[in-house]
Every structure is written in structure tokens, then in C-alpha cells.
């Protein structure tokens, strides 16, 4: 038989090697015909009197992605009609649809052959639940192989038989563990764990997993046979229950349970331990079908995974211009966030000229990446090779001929515009009129600092995040002049050195910063009310957001949150900053010095490690306190959330985004809005336009103007839209449409 993305070769000894290569991707993942075919192949298997047992392996670097979740957004779209007319049908489909992949695990399991999983890369989801499902497991001895059940991190959870088979073939608290937070492991932890059973030399892979069917590999599993005790013992035995009690609190104080796919995943492990194998499959099925329906997990899979992927593969970039291999690209300015951007496109292969005033300031800008190179190195992720490679890719200098050839050049000098003016100067003066200048600004609009440019069409906005390293996020800004060639090279760095990118049209703040602003400004008024600190920060993590709103100032510093306030006022008059917020910031950055994280001195205390930052006692003293029953908290949570989202919502209305994938993705990889609701305006879908207007009105009254609901949003709340079908991102041409 002919597979279209399997092959099948089997040796004179009788094994069978199932090689799976998807010609059309550059990854394997699960699709309805994948399954389709595996579901052929085990029949073929079986049916073959040659055949003795079968080895499954990957014809790609990577093992597996795992499914291809779009797949579980068409099965959304399947239900959704359906559920109106015949819910309960709708239901049942949904319930076969979620047990396809984990019945088809059992097939496997249970067809009388043995089968052994050849794991020679990245190994995620599915693919680590059909692993699993295989009689043994043998893994590359490589850094490339991952092993991991990463579902939860879109909200579901290993629903293949994974909430099954881990805690049956290693330890329970690992188990939980592992799936609860969707960590990657090592081949040599998957093998400490007892998750593969055997780790080889990659050129060695196939022949060992041959070996152990030739070996008389057993192909009946642990759990099917009489007498089988989890490694982890039962649910009942004192280590059981020490465990259970222990892991729900751990979850409620790592999710606040939030995530009821990571809820999900102790009730299978809990009901599943003390069931048949079959049955505790069939338990999983009902929930993974129960947590297919929540909210969370239709809006994080649709940003974190779908939309999160098309924007990595540069969904708004103009047709039609080729794709820039970039060769090299200049750096002016290589203070905090110049050094850091060489370090990542130096990391992504690409050379980089790293240019300041002088000598001296480019040689301290390399300093960083050396230091990130010798922690990489020290802590195993890098060799020397590697960190010497990437070194040698950063040429520090302030001689500007360098850049005579680069395809692009980011300026990250001082904030000012007088200062930019001079660099765009200079760097024009020697670039290629064909290239790309880049500004990393932060508040100056980019329509103003083009005015500067001989050629505005090439100039646009990249802003990085710090730490630039870490976050994933790039904002790209369109000046008003910015032309699609300018559009597609900065999409395409961004893709070169593997950041998401959204695109802003110009504006005050952007988009990120414009609902970052909101956030920290709800949290002072929160604090001029008298509502005691800690109450404020926890709100915050309770409605999901990873930092609260005070610590994220003292970040970025208060000095910074004072100079940004003046600024507005300087330019949009008094009225443009509520005077008992600046009094806050003034007593803070004036009268008692306290600048942030920076200076160890901010809302926060910061004493030297290894003790914890604490919240400033002194906040006490700044307001009359109210007592903490009389404060509403979760009115506190909702307050924060809603007034982001607002602003979200009034950056729609504006044009300044104009897609919500942007909207959605880029609150949560620059701020972290609360992931489960899958970002700021999947938050108001999720809740609805209608019940969402309602709200927003009930906390103007109380709180004000900030949260009055855009007419946009009162729109939306009449006609019943929600976002993504007012601004269907899939029936949009030119990026610039609706600027
Ligand atoms: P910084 O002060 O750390 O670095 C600025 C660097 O520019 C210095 O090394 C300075 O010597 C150099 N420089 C100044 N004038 C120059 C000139 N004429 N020619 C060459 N080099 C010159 O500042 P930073 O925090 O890295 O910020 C740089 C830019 O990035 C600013 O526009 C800022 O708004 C933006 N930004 C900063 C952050 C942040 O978190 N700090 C985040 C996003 C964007």
C-alpha cells in the first residue's frame, strides 16, 4: 500500500519501519488524513504475517509538532451551526471527534504487535501521546529532541490518553507536573523519569529500536496486564493522598484556577488512577470533550496557536516583494536596547554592525552579549563554538562606512528627537537608497521622526520589548509615508529572528504601551482610594495577569511613569493627566525618591537576594486605607482587565490596529493580559459585546470616564458582533485599509 505522508520498509528480520514525512510541511503534525493513514497502516501491520513489529519514526529533524490545532478550531466551526438546531448531536460529534486520536492510540496499543517510538527531535503533544502508546520508546541522544505535553499552554489538555499513560509509566507528582505546566524535557530527563526507555547515538536510533523488537519486545502494555501498580502508587496510599491535596493547591496558587484546562488534568489523573484502562480513556474523552467547549480553550488555541502562527508567518505582509535575506544590518545606538537587539540577530545568524559615539560605548554595547554568550555556555544551552560563532557576527565601531551595504538599520539612540534627526542624517548619507531604516523609539511618532528621511516610504517603527531577549513581541510601526517595502522587511526580520510581529499604525503610546498606561493608572487610582497594596497586586494576579500593575512600574520606573505624564501634559494640556495621579508620582519620585526596581527603591522594597521584594510599607501612609471588607475584589479584577480592554477596543476604533489577531496576541506577549481569555478583545467576545458594555457602563459610573465603552463597542453591543467578525482578519487585503 502507498501512504501519502508515510512510508513503510520492512527488513528480512520482519520490522517494519513506519516513516512519517509530510512532503507539503517542514513539520509533521497530526491532520484528519495523517490519522486516517496511521489508522490503515496499524491494519496493515497486523494483517501481514511478515511483519513482527513496527518502528515509528520521523523522515524530518523533528519528531512531531503534535496536532495541528487548526484542526480543533474546524471542529469548533463543525459544532457551531449545529449546536442551535440539535445540541445535543452537536455534542455527541464533538465527543467522536475529541476520541479519534485516542482511540486510535489504543488500536496501536492493543493490535497484538509491539511498536517502539523512534524519537529523533522535537517530540510535542500527539506525538508524545502516541509515543506513549508504543511499547517502548527509544530517543536520540541530541539537545534537538523535546519531549513535552504542551497542551495546557492553549488551554486543553493531553486528551490522546495522556492524562493516562504518563502517570501509569512514571511518577505521579512528575506527571502532574509535567503536564500541568507543559515543560520541555531532555531525552536524558524523559529517560531519569522513565519515559524512554533507552537513549542512543542519533545514527544508532533506528537499528535500537529494531533491536528491541528482534529482542522479543512485549507487546501487551504495563496497564493491560493483571496485577499493574502505577509507579507512583495509588490514589488511596498515604503518598496519594499527600499528593492530591498538595497538587490542588499548587495549581490554585500557580492559575488561580483560571485554567480549566490545567483543573482538568488532576481530575483525569485523580479519577483515571483508580478506573479500568478503558474506562479511565473514556473519562478523559468526557473531559477533554467538557473543556473543548470553554471559552478559554476556543480563544486561547485561536491566539496562541492559530493567529500567534500566521503572525510568525508574516500574515500582514504585503504580497509580492521578495523575501529579504538580510546579510547585514546596522545598529546605531548601543546602549540598553541596542546591545540587546545586536544580541538577537547576531543569535539569529545574522551579521551585525553595532555602531555608537565612539569606540568605547559600541566595545560596552558587545559586553552584553558577551555576558549572555558565557551565562548560555555556563548553564549548557550554548557551546563555546556556538557563543564564539555568534560573537563573531557583532562588530562593534562607530565608523558609519560599515553599514554601506547593510539591507537595514535600527536606531536606538537617546530618546529625542534631535538626537535621531542627526543619526537619521548620518546613516542616510552612506545607506543604500534601496534599504530600510528602522526606529526603535518608544513614544515619538513615526510619521514626525520620517520628516527627517530623505525617503519616508523606507522608514518605519520596529518596537522591541525589554527584556529584548526574552519577549516575544515586536511592534511594528507605519508611519503615515511608510511605504509596503518597508512593511515587508521589517516583517521579515522579525520572522529572521523568530519574534511575532504586529503592526500599529502611528500613534501616541502605540498600541501596547497606550493599554500598559491604563493598567498602571487603574492601579494608582486604585491606591489614591485607600486600597491597601497587596490587595491591588493580587487582584491583578488573580484575574491572570502575570505582574501586577505596581511591580511592572517600578520595572520600567516611576521616574519614566513622571516624565511620560508630564510630557502629556506638556502636550495635551492639564487635563490630559489626572493631577491626583501625578501628586502620587511626584510624592513618589520627589519626596521619597523611590524610582523603581533600579534604584531598589519603588512601590516595592528590593533587599539583596536571595530575600524577596516587598511592598513598600510606606504605601500605608500615603492614603487613608479602607478596611479589606469593605473593598470589592473582584471588582478590583475586573477593573484592571476592563479598562485594558477598553483601551484595546478605542485602538480598534481608531484604526491604529486594525486586525484583532494583533490585538489579541500583542496584549498577551507584551503584557501578559490575562492568556486564558486569549487577549484583551477576545476578553470582551468571550464575555460579549452586550453583557461587556453593560459592565464597562456600572464602573464609569463608580470610577468615571476611563471606562466609558467606545461607540464601537456600543455598536457591536446593538448589532450582536463581536470582534473578529466586525474586523474579520480573514477578509482583509491591504494592511493599510483602515488606517
Ligand atoms: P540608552 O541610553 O541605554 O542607549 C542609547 C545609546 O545611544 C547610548 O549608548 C548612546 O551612547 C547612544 N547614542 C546617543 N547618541 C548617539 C549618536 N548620535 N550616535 C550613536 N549613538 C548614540 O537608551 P535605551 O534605553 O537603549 O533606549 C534607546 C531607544 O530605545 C530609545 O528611543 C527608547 O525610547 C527606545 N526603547 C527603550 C526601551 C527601554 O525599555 N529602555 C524599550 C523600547 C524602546
Redesign the pocket.
Known amino acids: 500500500m502507498t501512504y501519502t505522508n508515510f512510508t513503510i520498509e520492512t527488513d528480512t528480520d520482519g520490522v517494519a519501519v513506519v516513516t512519517w514525512d509530510m512532503k507539503d510541511k517542514s513539520m509533521n503534525v497530526f491532520t484528519m488524513q495523517v490519522m486516517d493513514e496511521i489508522d490503515a497502516i496499524i491494519d496493515q501491520v497486523v494483517a501481514d504475517g511478515a511483519i513482527k513489529g513496527a518502528v515509528f519514526a520521523s523522515g524530518k529533524s523533528a519528531f512531531s509538532g503534535g496536532a495541528d490545532l487548526t484542526m480543533l478550531k474546524g471542529m469548533f466551526s463543525m459544532i457551531e451551526s449545529e449546536r442551535a438546531t440539535d445540541p445535543v448531536n452537536a455534542t455527541k460529534k464533538l465527543f467522536d471527534a475529541a476520541g479519534r486520536m485516542s482511540w486510535l492510540w489504543r488500536k496501536l496499543e492493543t493490535c497484538g504487535k509491539p511498536w517502539v517510538a523512534a524519537i529523533n527531535g522535537t517530540c510535542m503533544g500527539g506525538a508524545t501521546e502516541l509515543a506513549m502508546a508504543c511499547h517502548a520508546r527509544v530517543a536520540s541522544n541530541s539537545k534537538s529532541v523535546k519531549i513535552a505535553l504542551p497542551e495546557v499552554k492553549v488551554g486543553i489538555f493531553p486528551g490522546a490518553g495522556g492524562t493516562q499513560r504518563l502517570p501509569r509509566l512514571i511518577n505521579t507528582q512528575d506527571a502532574l507536573q509535567i503536564m500541568t505546566t507543559g515543560q520541555d524535557l531532555t531525552a536524558s530527563r524523559a529517560k531519569a523519569l522513565g519515559l524512554v526507555n533507552e537513549i542512543v547515538e542519533p545514527d544508532q536510533l533506528i537499528e535500537a529500536a529494531k533491536t528491541m523488537i528482534r529482542n522479543g519486545l512485549d507487546p501487551v502494555a504495563p496497564w493491560d496486564k493483571k496485577g499493574f501498580k502505577a509507579p507512583g502508587g495509588t490514589i488511596w496510599s498515604p503518598q496519594g493522598v499527600q499528593l492530591f491535596s498538595a497538587a490542588n493547591a499548587i495549581l490554585r496558587r500557580e492559575t488561580y484556577m483560571n485554567y480549566p484546562g490545567a483543573h482538568s488534568i488532576l481530575k483525569c489523573v485523580y479519577e483515571g488512577l483508580q478506573l479500568p484502562f478503558d474506562t479511565a480513556l473514556r473519562v478523559e474523552q468526557r473531559y477533554f470533550t467538557a473543556i473543548l467547549q470553554t471559552t478559554e480553550a476556543y480563544s486561547m488555541i485561536r491566539s496562541l496557536f492559530v493567529s500567534m502562527q500566521e503572525l510568525g508567518k508574516g500574515a500582514r505582509r504585503p504580497a509580492g516583494i521578495p523575501v529579504t535575506k538580510f546579510t547585514k544590518i546596522g545598529i ?7 546591545a540587546a537587539v545586536a544580541y538577537v540577530t547576531a543569535r539569529a545568524g545574522i551579521p551585525v554592525v553595532l ?3 565612539d569606540q568605547e ?1 559600541a566595545d560596552k ?1 558587545k559586553t552584553h552579549s558577551e555576558t549572555l554568550v558565557k551565562d548560555a555556555i555556563t548553564k549548557g544551552r550554548s557551546t563555546r563554538e556556538e557563543g564564539d560563532k555568534l560573537l563573531s557576527l557583532i562588530t562593534p565601531s562607530a565608523d558609519y562606512s560599515l553599514i554601506v551595504d547593510a539591507d537595514l538599520v535600527i536606531e ?4 529625542d528627537r534631535g ?1 535621531k534627526k ?2 537619521i542624517e548620518q546613516v542616510e548619507a552612506v545607506l543604500p537608497a534601496t534599504s530600510i531604516f528602522a526606529s ?4 515619538l511618532p513615526i510619521t514626525g521622526l520620517a520628516e527627517n528621511s530623505k525617503r519616508p516610504d523606507q522608514f518605519i517603527g520596529v ?4 527584556p529584548v531577549e526574552k519577549m516575544m513581541l515586536v511592534e511594528v510601526i507605519l508611519g503615515e509615508k511608510t511605504g509596503d517595502k518597508a512593511i515587508a522587511v521589517a516583517l521579515d526580520y522579525a520572522a529572521a529572528i523568530k519574534k511575532t510581529p504586529i503592526v500599529v499604525n502611528d500613534t501616541r503610546g502605540f498600541y501596547v504601551n497606550r493599554c500598559v498606561l491604563r493598567y498602571m493608572s487603574e492601579a494608582y487610582k486604585m491606591l489614591i482610594e485607600g486600597v491597601p497594596a497587596p490587595m491591588i497586586e493580587n487582584a491583578a494576579k488573580a484575574a491572570g495577569m502575570p505582574v501586577g500593575p505596581l511591580a511592572l512600574t517600578d520595572e ?1 520606573a516611576i521616574d519614566l511613569a513622571q516624565k511620560i505624564m508630564k510630557q502629556t501634559i506638556r502636550d495635551l494640556g492639564d487635563k490630559a493627566v489626572d493631577p491626583k495621579q501625578m501628586a502620587l508620582i511626584n510624592t513618589m519620585v520627589d519626596d521619597h525618591g523611590r524610582l523603581g526596581r533600579k534604584n531598589g527603591k519603588g512601590f516595592y522594597d528590593y533587599p539583596a537576594k536571595p530575600a524577596k521584594k516587598k511592598l513598600w510599607p510606606g504605601l500605608k501612609d500615603l492614603y487613608p486605607q479602607l478596611a479589606p471588607e469593605k473593598v470589592d475584589y473582584e471588582e478590583l479584577q475586573q477593573r484592571l482587565l476592563v479598562t485594558i480592554a477598553l483601551e484595546a477596543a478605542r485602538v480598534m476604533e481608531e484604526g491604529i490596529v486594525t486586525d484583532p489577531r494583533e490585538a489579541d496576541v500583542g496584549s498577551i506577549l507584551a503584557f501578559g493580559f490575562a492568556p486564558y481569555t486569549g487577549g484583551a478583545l477576545s476578553y470582551i467576545d468571550g464575555i460579549g459585546a452586550k453583557e461587556f458594555v453593560k459592565i464597562a457602563k456600572g464602573l464609569q459610573k463608580k470610577y468615571g470616564a476611563e471606562f466609558k465603552a467606545p461607540k464601537l463597542l456600543l455598536d457591536m453591543a446593538e448589532k450582536g458582533e463581536t470582534f473578529y467578525e466586525r474586523f474579520d482578519p480573514y477578509a482583509k487585503g491591504d494592511v493599510k485599509q483602515a488606517a
Open positions: 546605531v545606538g548601543a546602549g540598553f536596547m541596542g555602531l555608537d559615539r560605548a554595547g536606538a539612540v537617546f530618546e538626537v542627526a543619526v526603535n523609539t518608544s513614544t518596537h522591541f520589548f525589554s520600567t
